[in-house]
């Protein structure tokens, strides 16, 4: 059975930083390509960065850019999503998820998602 697991969510004052964690028991990220999502209260789920697991090669939201970073640790088979200058707009719930075929935007062409781990940005 897959399961995702994410960690590393919390409060953290806008212009800070937090570091989060998808880890995957029962499933290797070997040859596929893992996203980070993220939902606010009222809002679609929308996409942050992914990684594609044997190249890594990486894509993010344009909001995102330059301030985000999503990298994978091969030995530990987990992916991380480093985020610096954190903006209240940042706030929201952090979903990791397994893609499956089709664009990488789109939350629909994931497979297996993770619980979530919630950040919030205090301004």
């Known amino acids: 059975q897959v399961q995702l697991v994410e960690s590393g969510g919390g409060l953290v004052q806008a212009g800070g930083s937090l570091r989060l964690s998808c880890a995957a028991s029962?499933?290797?990220?070997?040859?596929?390509?893992v996203g980070w999502f993220r939902q606010a209260p009222g809002k679609e789920r929308e996409f942050v960065a992914a990684?594609?697991?044997?190249?890594?090669?990486?894509n993010y939201a344009d909001s995102v850019k330059g301030r985000f970073t999503i990298s994978r640790d091969i030995a530990k088979n987990t992916v991380s999503l480093q985020m610096n200058s954190l903006k209240p707009e940042d706030t929201a719930v952090y979903y990791c998820?397994?893609?499956?075929?089709?664009?990488?935007?789109?939350?629909?062409?994931?497979?297996?998602w993770g619980q979530g781990t919630q950040v919030t940005v205090s301004s």
């Open positions: 998820a397994i893609h499956g075929s089709g664009s990488y935007y789109s939350p629909i062409n994931y497979k297996y």
């Open positions: 029962g499933f290797s990220f070997t040859f596929y390509t």
């Open positions: 990684i594609t697991w044997n190249s890594g090669r990486t």
